[in-house]
């Protein structure tokens, strides 16, 4: 993949998730550790930035009137209920080992699942000729899977990096690594995905 259509997308590495003390941080806690996903993530993004791709962030923000007006149920009205990433709060925020970096993208409004609902991310990737997406973040199976499936719908060659993603049981986690590869039709590890990014060079004289 040319590192110039190439664009990696961090989803949701807010303190709720990740951090002690974050609302759903128990219930990942375990995850993270055995999956080593903040590490493989941190590795992620470095190699992006090395190989000078497209980085844009990509934090939930819960809208409450959004999920109000919608009558949402399941996962977003248990966001609603338990006043989970609530808008200028310490676990809406990214964590520190994750936080953008100057002219990398800070995606706005995500409170659905999929990053494409709500938000410029269409417009992002066309004005920059995007033609790759790699993914990673949290839930592997909710908002990472509904991610890929909507980027893939739209004609991207799309990626997961599942080793720089969580789910809540070891379960869910090794079924998404066994059946996404393939509905995707490429690698899925930090590794793999970083070797198959062609950096592009100006040789244009000076």
Not at 104 to 125: G, P
Not at 150 to 162: C, E, F, Q, V, W
Request: charged residues 20%; aromatic residues 6%; hydrophobic residues 40%.
């Amino acid at each position: 993949m040319n590192a110039r259509e190439t664009a990696f997308i961090f989803i949701e590495f807010q303190n709720d998730f990740c951090s002690a003390g974050g609302k759903l941080h128990s219930s990942l806690m375990n995850e993270l550790q055995r999956n080593h996903t903040l590490q493989n993530a941190r590795r992620l993004l470095e190699g992006a930035r090395k190989k000078d791709c497209l980085v844009i962030h990509c934090p939930f923000i819960l809208d409450k009137e959004w999920v109000t007006q919608n009558e949402c149920t399941g996962i977003l009205s248990g966001i609603l209920e338990n006043q989970i990433f609530v808008p200028d709060t310490w676990g809406q925020a990214i964590i520190d080992s994750m936080k953008p970096e100057d002219g990398e993208v800070l995606l706005e409004h995500k409170h659905a699942l999929s990053a494409f609902t709500n938000t410029n991310l269409d417009e992002i990737l066309s004005l920059a000729g995007i033609q790759n997406l790699i993914i990673c973040g949290f839930l592997t199976n909710i908002c990472v899977q509904a991610t890929a499936f909507s980027a893939y719908d739209r004609g991207l060659k799309t990626r997961i990096a599942l080793d720089a993603c969580g789910a809540a049981t070891k379960e869910i986690q090794n079924f998404m690594e066994e059946n996404l590869p393939s509905l995707l039709g490429g690698k899925s590890t930090v590794d793999e995905i970083l070797s198959g990014i062609q950096e592009v060079y100006d040789s244009s004289p000076a």
